[in-house]
């Protein structure tokens, strides 16, 4: 449920982006804090000056027409822009306060971190079992009991440990896409991350998939920060509680769900959740 | 009929000659293939095959007793008859084992049980008849029964003996020898003791090779020429014309069985090809352990570490290029750096005493495995590289996202995914090492080289020796040996075998790659 309200006035010349309607989230509150972000693949301007503060243990939701930047906002938040040369990146970006483009931050620990789901589920080509594993081998090593307990806690917290635990040792890949996806979040879940990054998780899945996975985003927002790309409207008025609307890589509307799908202040805002925006 | 046929192949009507054109293509492929195979086998398996013996009286009352081989018309728009070769042996008797005769000359032709074909250790086959049986230079009396088994018992005791020979001078002869040559011995009662024992064993050798030479045979030409012949000369004693079929097939698999296991003799004119067949697969074998990891890294580096930019699809382009120089200049490469650069180098630091007899700066099997390891690494780079190409991003991002450093991801997640692929290339490897002649006669093939390079001897496997190879061995047998009509059946069997053996050595890989493919699930969908 929101607990901030106080929205910058669109007129006020104390905004940072004179034409967008940002909520401001106070900084105790806030999981990232994203300050002045800029980034280009090469020459192509990707997401221009954005700042926002996403609120810890509550789903925000990205939203936005198609090359709006909002996949390439979640992925700067742990850092996979890192692997492509071409990206040039301007701003910063906080997590619990801390740089996350500070020289003394592992990157690979900043991932374990900030956990993340694609769209297409990317199970390995290994056992159910072996999948949840990955992760916990990646660290310090545990004996055996304490492992299968980890993974057992996990594959629950997905709500996958029923449908799979009478075939652990089967592989991944023979698991239905559903249950894919859930295993991949039960991956991430088993490396305790504090947030976890959902691109558009459901929008290979059929409806009864997609429900259970809406359903399992709500049951971890008691523990975990999440925030989830879309392109489907009913599912981040569903989910989240706050939703910013992107559009060109700029933030147009960030404002909690109820208000922005009920009232939304700008027109631009309107016109794309009532579909009239192309 | 046709559009029945179209309907069974699955070839829809109305599309036109594309699809039959292409099928068209299949078919011919596939039956240049089968017909590649079928000559292969049929020149070569017929080879071993006991052929009858022909008792053949010209129209002027000579006789003479051979294998027919092949009919000759006359050269075409020539008057002249059709001739027909004989194999007649007897090189001893008449120096020629070959005679060609006008086919309307045989006044007569028949196939007597009596006439034997004695496979010899010198002047090849004698074709003719068992006259008699000397024991120690005086004929033994024996009647026309008696004297077929006798014959074989004696032979099988020959052949008793001759295993028994060889057994004492490999197991005890030649390491006392050896031991003694090398000085290894305690102190001098210990060294006179040696000594005392290799007398004895090169007596008892010598005692084994006495009992060998007691018998001989007494063998008779058709045209009543005798010759004496000792029976520790004789390998095999054959009476194709009283044998049935099965005793022919029998005659026929002991045959293909010593081809298969025995060293080759007479300058590779005869005897088996062994030492060829495990050249080449220890070869292939020592070539496979040496490019794939350094084909494997490439390809990682190439398509997992280093920045896309223009550098690196130039060195793409410069390995797949690779591929394609002639395998000759490899050959030269491998004679230049490995043999004479790092053999020559190596020579002189650790086997300096032997100088200037070389070690390693000679043309040997690890040089040869080099070489090809070379000429194919630029296969199983490509087919890596694209095996990993393959692999989506996003098992990548995957385990990135969980923690993982790109070291972990590439180990834990993209290697082993590539494990398919990296199989795919030893394969193309495989199968462009085996075949390969031209480099190995620079780098390491031998026209003879009876022992094996693995052996009971420290350090059991001798990369340093020379080694046969089925590819080489094709060529010595078809043109450098002098007799042709002899060494085509042996170049036929030897192209088939080494066939053969490419194709194991791609069954294991391809059972391997199954397996592992098995292993991980359905990896490439």
Avoid at chain 1, 58 to 78: E, H, W
Avoid at chain 2, 102 to 112: L, N
Avoid at chain 2, 121 to 127: K, L
Wanted: glycine fraction near 8%; include cysteine.
């Amino acid at each position: 449920m929101p607990v901030f309200d106080s929205v910058t006035d669109p007129a006020s010349p104390a905004s940072a982006v004179s034409t967008a309607a940002v909520i401001e989230i106070p900084a105790s509150a806030s999981c990232f804090e994203i300050e002045g972000l800029s980034l280009a693949y090469g020459d192509t301007p990707a997401l221009e000056n954005l700042t926002l503060r996403v609120p810890r243990q509550r789903v925000t939701a990205f939203i936005g027409p198609s090359g709006c930047g909002k996949t390439t906002l979640l992925r700067a938040l742990n850092r996979l822009h890192d692997l492509n040369d071409e990206v040039r990146r301007q701003g910063h970006i906080h997590l619990e306060g801390q740089e996350i483009h500070a020289p003394e931050v592992e990157v690979a620990e900043l991932r374990r971190r900030v956990g993340m789901v694609f769209q297409t589920p990317n199970p390995f080509p290994m056992s159910i079992y072996e999948n949840v594993a990955f992760g916990l081998r990646l660290q310090a090593p545990l004996k055996k009991r304490q492992r299968d307990e980890m993974i057992e806690w996990a594959l629950r917290s997905a709500a996958l440990w029923d449908e799979v635990k009478d075939r652990l040792h089967d592989s991944a890949w023979s698991l239905s896409g559903g249950q894919q996806q859930r295993l991949v979040i039960a991956r991430t879940l088993a490396v305790e991350p504090e947030v976890l990054l959902l691109d558009e998780p459901a929008s290979a899945l059929d409806p009864i998939s997609t429900l259970k996975i809406e359903e399992l985003i709500r049951s971890l927002k008691s523990r975990l920060t999440l925030i989830l790309v879309t392109h489907n409207m009913q599912q981040a008025a569903r989910v989240s509680d706050y939703t910013a609307f992107l559009h060109a890589g700029e933030l147009v509307e960030y404002a909690a769900t109820d208000a922005l799908f009920t009232n939304p202040r700008l027109a631009q805002t309107e016109n794309y959740i009532t579909g009239r925006m192309v | 009929m046709i559009a029945r046929w179209g309907r069974r192949l699955r070839i829809p009507r109305g599309e036109g000659a594309g699809p039959w054109l292409a099928a068209g293509c299949v078919s011919l492929s596939l039956l240049m293939v089968v017909a590649l195979l079928v000559l292969l086998a049929g020149r070569g398996l017929v080879y071993f095959w006991p052929t009858e013996i022909e008792l053949v009286t010209l129209d002027d009352g000579q006789h003479f007793a051979g294998h027919a081989i092949r009919d000759e018309p006359p050269p075409r728009g020539q008057l002249g008859v059709s001739q027909r070769l004989y194999h007649t042996g007897n090189r001893d008797l008449h120096g020629e084992v070959w005679r060609w005769v006008d086919i309307e000359r045989i006044a007569s032709q028949a196939r007597p049980a009596d006439l034997v074909v004695v496979e010899r250790n010198r002047w090849g086959d004698f074709i003719g008849r068992v006259a008699g049986l000397q024991e120690q230079g005086r004929d033994l009396a024996l009647s026309e029964a008696e004297r077929w088994p006798t014959v074989r018992q004696r032979l099988e005791r020959v052949v008793r003996l001759r295993e028994e020979s060889d057994a004492l001078r490999e197991q005890v002869v030649e390491p006392l020898a050896k031991r003694l040559a090398e000085g290894r011995w305690r102190d001098s009662n210990d060294r006179e003791s040696l000594a005392a024992e290799l007398e004895a064993a090169n007596a008892r050798v010598l005692a084994v090779q006495d009992a060998m030479s007691r018998d001989a045979l007494v063998l008779e030409s058709v045209n009543g020429r005798r010759v004496v012949q000792p029976l520790q000369g004789v390998y095999r004693i054959l009476r194709p014309n009283a044998m049935s079929g099965f005793d022919k097939f029998m005659a026929w698999g002991r045959d293909v069985w010593r081809f298969l296991s025995e060293g080759p003799r007479a300058a590779n004119a005869a005897g088996g090809v062994w030492p060829a067949i495990f050249g080449t697969m220890l070869m292939v074998m020592l070539m496979s352990v040496a490019v794939t990891p350094f084909g494997v890294l490439a390809a990682v580096y190439l398509n997992e570490i280093a920045p896309q930019g223009r550098l690196t699809r130039l060195v793409r382009i410069g390995v797949r290029n690779l591929a394609g120089v002639p395998s000759i200049v490899y050959g030269v490469f491998g004679l230049g750096v490995f043999v004479y650069g790092i053999g020559g180098t190596l020579d002189e630091w650790f086997f300096h005493d032997r100088l200037p007899s070389p070690t390693f700066g000679t043309g040997g099997l690890l040089w040869a495995s080099l070489t090809l390891a070379l000429l194919t690494l630029p296969v199983v780079i490509v087919a890596t590289e694209e095996g990993l190409a393959r692999i989506p991003d996003a098992q990548r991002e995957g385990a990135l996202a969980l923690g993982a450093t790109r070291a972990e991801t590439l180990r834990r997640v993209v290697l082993p995914m590539a494990v398919p692929a990296m199989l795919t290339g030893v394969i193309l490897a495989i199968a462009r090492a085996a075949g390969e002649v031209a480099p190995l006669m620079l780098v390491g093939v031998a026209k003879l080289a009876p022992q094996v390079p693995v052996d009971g001897e420290f350090p059991f496997l001798h990369l340093e020796r020379k080694f046969m190879h089925l590819g080489y061995h094709i060529l010595d047998v078809g043109f450098y040996s002098g007799d042709i009509e002899a060494a085509m059946p042996l170049v036929y069997a030897t192209a088939l075998l080494l066939v053969l053996v490419i194709l194991v050595l791609n069954l294991t890989a391809i059972f391997l790659r199954h397996h592992v493919k098995a292993r991980h699930g359905a990896l490439q969908r």
